[in-house]
């Protein structure tokens, strides 16, 4: 396997990132997973604007660099016709503490995978040990840090289902633990805003565009919905129940699928 690192390709068994680089010792950086289907790389315009808009966020210059043809050329190298990429962007080496360097040099690390068969309708669980801050900058960041996520993950395996519905600060429904999540509730399909502590994500704007709507949803008006499902750069997933009621039906992400899901 080939990867991506800093300017040019190199053996998966050779690359190495300094042990000083604060992605890797704070958590500093950013990351964009994005899906290639016939050897294209899936709204690659969008995930380089997110990439750019949470550069700033950060205050981590981006290098003037070609992502785009990094990435194609990640691929190509390792004849990805049906895939995964993950690009990994760091601020770089830097002393002790933690107020970022002056002049950063930034880590690239792009590395490549086959997609994974399709999941099966997912069973969620909320997660009462964490909460997504809604009030923080970086919810709407995709950073390296994934705690939060990682501990309500954690807390769902413990219950037995596949992801946790993540609540804010004021027991909104945001996301789950790894997906943008929509609910279709009285007969109208909506997702929580962004300023409920919810990453714009890239697939989840392909859903607003076919006509969903954004607005707050309590946990009291998800367990009434109709149906649910969750998206992310891979694609859509059905979900088979929330907190082990069975939802009835599957034919909005079915007929969703059909008309974004790898366009």
Request: a positive charge; zero cysteines.
């Amino acid at each position: 396997m080939k990867l991506w690192l800093g300017t040019g390709l190199v053996e998966e068994d050779v690359a190495g990132v300094s042990p000083l680089d604060r992605g890797f010792t704070l958590g500093d950086g950013l990351f964009e997973t994005l899906r290639v289907k016939g050897g294209r790389v899936l709204r690659l315009d969008a995930h380089l604007a997110r990439l750019a808009a949470g550069a700033r966020v950060l205050g981590l210059p981006l290098p003037a660099f070609d992502f785009a043809g990094a990435l194609r050329a990640t691929a190509q190298a390792n004849t990805l016709a049906e895939g995964v990429l993950r690009l990994t962007l760091t601020r770089g080496t830097g002393p002790r503490g933690v107020l970022p360097p002056a002049h950063p040099a930034p880590t690239l690390v792009i590395t490549a995978a086959p997609l994974a068969p399709p999941a099966p309708p997912a069973r969620l669980s909320v997660a009462e040990g964490t909460r997504r801050n809604d009030r923080s900058p970086l919810a709407r960041v995709k950073s390296l840090n994934y705690l939060d996520n990682i501990l309500a993950r954690q807390e769902a395996a413990g219950r037995g289902t596949d992801d946790a519905v993540l609540l804010n600060t004021r027991d909104r429904v945001a996301e789950t633990s790894i997906a943008n999540l929509f609910a279709v509730l009285g007969g109208e399909l909506v997702t929580p805003p962004v300023s409920d502590g919810v990453l714009p994500g890239v697939m989840r704007a392909a859903v607003l565009a076919e006509g969903a709507r954004e607005r707050s949803i309590t946990p009291a008006e998800l367990a009434t919905a109709s149906e649910i499902f969750l998206t992310s750069a891979l694609g859509l997933r059905s979900v088979r129940s929330l907190r082990g009621r069975e939802l009835p039906g599957f034919s909005v992400a079915e007929h969703l699928r059909t008309r974004i899901d790898g366009a």
